[in-house]
């Protein structure tokens, strides 16, 4: 157990007083029942397997933060960090503020936040490992990361930051409630150290001594709607319509008194100057899943193109099964889906753990579009191999296998789609999501079919010249697609009230030229690709068009689906120092700075996982823990 002083002051016990049956969202604050048999279990802090004695374990906590006491001193954010070794580059626990009015009437609001422990985890939901736990004992959400493997898809829903994906170990740690200390009816840690009287905690919904709130929202906390969060404020004097971020997100908030809640709003604080920023768009952090999301639906796109064609008699689809492009074609399909899914698994803090990406089937779109794209693969490789022989019974196999991948493939994109429809990143909470998956694998499917047959068919062949118009007339469709999609996502961000409006004013100013460039390559492309669908490709200007198409399509992929990772806004708390502040994180890797950990910044380190590296450890450490893995599912 967790060692209490003989010394220690009296507010850092916990106040056990009568609580309430229900919560504000009229769930039960006793999290189970007296013959529950979630009860009387040790949490075995520190080895001990002694059970606390707390009178409230089984109720629902939660923090308490008075926004009028807080002084922004950062004596929580210290004392987490001290207590739970967390490295200078992450925090469980931070601190930022919003401001208001000007001299002499200006105003300052501080916010204190860490994991808010909430009735509906979305971490917990999306988690593929499942890494996190919602515990009977104090209702708190806790995170083993030696499950996690790195994905990092629990910091993209959570609405609060929370989770804190460490680069340099390649794992998630967060808040853990400081259980340990609740076990001993101690507050936690970042509660006993606040210096003024800001900080408390206790069964949620319970006022403590000498407050007269218990509110879910100040200026500049994101949106309760997603998660219910165990969280309360108070913040009683009067602020002004308009309160304002000091880190580099373009938002603000503004007073809606019918609602009586603050909404964002973009604050255009970069003026409105278009840039390129090349370098921030096409090397960011999530470069790999611009890389896996384009090579998946391409293939996926082609597969089916290729097996549904076949099945339905589709003229030029036969005629190219029955040429000497088809089996190339097949094994260009497999290598561009080998590039995606290595660059994903690479992307992983632990690429050594990919297999626990299935553990979380039940809940988790990120583990079911794992299993669907792994079977899409499987099924496509199997065509591959058992594709090569004229045995009946060979070719049974192989559209056995074809049947796998082209159901799988459509299941794997469809959760593909689904992981990013997230409610905490509103810029990819729209129905455009889907669109631009789909249009890509209709076009780019096409187009990988048809880049292959033209190096490898003779293009004055009679059955060529159907077959190229033919998958032209599919990329005018899939690039319509695409192209209503985004003019329909443009319309819904431009001047909505939620984050997804300051990821359209990025989109206009800071990547304003590259953001053009995508539209007028879209515009272009299809037309493009209508005038190839009725042209003779056979021709020197056909054969020329066909050229121009394949690199202004890539480059159009390359910057579309850049500008769809780097834009999106979460809702998240301001952050005004350090690691919470993009701006000073950008500033910190331009200068040096970052390569100095003292400052709190760290590379992505992670993404340099070498080839040898990964081989190493799993030839040392992950062949005999892949099997107690594989046995604990079945187990399970």
């Not at 309430?20 to 969202?25: F, I, L, P, S, V």
């Not at 009178?55 to 004392?79: L, M």
């Not at 988690?127 to 629990?154: H, M, N, S, W």
């Not at 193109?305 to 030029?316: E, H, M, R, S, T």
């Amino acid at each position: 157990m967790f060692e209490v002083r003989d010394d220690e002051p009296k507010y850092a016990f916990l106040n056990n007083t009568e609580s309430k049956e229900k919560n504000r969202y009229n769930l039960n604050i006793e999290l189970t029942d007296a013959s529950s048999e979630l009860r009387c279990k040790s949490l075995n802090i520190n080895g001990d397997a002694a059970i606390g004695e707390n009178p409230d374990r089984y109720k629902q906590h939660g923090f308490y933060f008075n926004a009028d006491n807080c002084i922004g001193c950062h004596a929580c954010e210290s004392a987490c960090s001290e207590k739970n070794d967390v490295p200078a580059h992450i925090a469980f626990r931070s601190v930022g503020f919003v401001e208001g009015g000007t001299y002499p009437d200006y105003q300052r609001i501080n916010i204190s936040m860490a994991c808010n422990h909430c009735d509906d985890p979305v971490c917990l939901t999306g988690c593929p490992t499942r890494a996190y736990t919602k515990f009977a004992e104090y209702g708190a959400v806790l995170q083993d990361p030696d499950i996690c493997f790195g994905c990092g898809y629990c910091t993209w829903v959570c609405p609060y930051n929370a989770p804190q994906l460490d680069p340099v170990k390649g794992e998630v740690s967060k808040c853990n409630m400081c259980v340990d200390r609740l076990e001993v009816n101690l507050k936690p840690a970042c509660v006993a150290a606040c210096l003024g009287n800001a900080l408390d905690f206790g069964v949620i919904e319970n006022i403590p001594e000498n407050r007269t709130q218990a509110k879910t929202e100040i200026p500049g906390f994101p949106t309760t709607d997603i998660t219910h969060p165990n969280i309360r404020f108070q913040q009683t004097r009067t602020t002004h319509r308009e309160m304002t971020r000091t880190d580099d997100m373009p938002l603000k908030y503004h007073r809606d008194d019918a609602q009586d809640k603050f909404k964002p709003v973009v604050d255009e604080k970069q003026g409105k100057e278009r840039h390129w920023n090349f370098r921030k768009l096409l090397t960011s952090h999530e470069s790999a899943h611009v890389i896996f999301t384009l090579c998946t639906q391409a293939t996926a796109g082609a597969f089916a193109l290729l097996i549904l064609g076949g099945w339905f008699n589709v003229a030029p689809i036969v005629m190219l099964k029955n040429t000497s492009a088809f089996i190339p074609l097949i094994f260009v399909i497999v290598a561009v889906s080998t590039v995606g899914l290595f660059k994903l698994n690479m992307h992983l803090g632990k690429p050594h753990r990919f297999y626990r990406g299935f553990n979380n089937l039940r809940l988790s779109p990120v583990s079911r579009e794992i299993a669907g794209v792994s079977m899409f693969y499987t099924g496509l490789l199997g065509y591959a191999v058992f594709g090569l022989f004229d045995n009946g019974l060979m070719q049974f196999i192989a559209n056995s296998f074809a049947f796998v991948g082209v159901v799988s493939g459509a299941i794997g994109l469809y959760y593909m789609y689904k992981l990013y429809r997230i409610p905490a990143r509103p810029f990819w909470n729209h129905w455009q999501t889907g669109s631009a998956f789909f249009g890509t694998m209709l076009s780019f499917g096409a187009l990988l079919i048809a880049a292959v047959s033209v190096c490898i068919l003779p293009l004055a062949s009679a059955g060529t010249q159907p077959l190229l118009q033919l998958l032209a007339a599919i990329m005018v469709i899939g690039l319509s697609v695409e192209g209503i999609g985004h003019i329909a996502h443009a319309r819904a961000m431009h001047g909505a009230e939620h984050e997804g409006s300051a990821s359209y004013y990025q989109q206009v100013t800071e990547y304003g030229k590259s953001y053009i460039l995508r539209n007028c390559l879209l515009g272009f492309n299809l037309a493009l690709a209508v005038t190839l669908a009725m042209t003779d490709l056979s021709s020197a200007a056909g054969t020329i068009l066909g050229l121009i198409l394949v690199i202004t399509m890539l480059v159009m992929a390359a910057f579309g689906r850049s500008l769809f990772f780097v834009l999106v806004i979460p809702t998240t708390m301001p952050g005004a120092f350090f690691w919470k502040n993009k701006g000073f994180v950008e500033h910190a890797r331009a200068t040096g700075l970052a390569d100095a950990p003292q400052h709190g910044v760290a590379y992505e380190r992670h993404h340099s996982f070498k080839v040898d590296e990964l081989i190493k450890t799993i030839k040392e450490n992950s062949i005999s823990d892949m099997i107690n893995h594989i046995k604990w599912i079945f187990g399970k």
